[in-house]
């Protein structure tokens, strides 16, 4: 899968509530792995919010992305973002 293929994906929480659209990655290029991707909330409010779900958060990628935590834990989450970088395999797995 490309990166172009995430952005703008739409995030849905352990609830299955969409909680924003995929707008960036933090990506480590010496690793060559994803750290967080920082999540838009509020396209169309006048101070949209961005936060940020570390990879280890992430469950599935397909149609939308799903993530382990619940909408009200999103924000909570991107104030202390986690420094460990998880492999993730954007690909069809073996």
Excluded at 1 to 8: K, T
Aim: no cysteine; charged share 30%.
């Amino acid at each position: 899968m490309l990166v172009s293929e995430v952005l703008g994906k739409k995030v849905l929480d352990k609830n299955a509530l969409e909680v924003g659209k995929v707008s960036d990655m933090d990506i480590d290029l010496e690793k060559g792995m994803i750290n967080s991707v920082i999540i838009s909330k509020g396209e169309l409010s006048l101070k949209p919010q961005t936060f940020i779900v570390n990879i280890n958060e992430i469950q599935k990628v397909g149609d939308y992305i799903l993530i382990s935590i619940a909408a009200e834990e999103v924000e909570e989450t991107s104030k202390t973002p986690k420094k460990e970088p998880t492999k993730l395999s954007l690909g069809k797995e073996e």
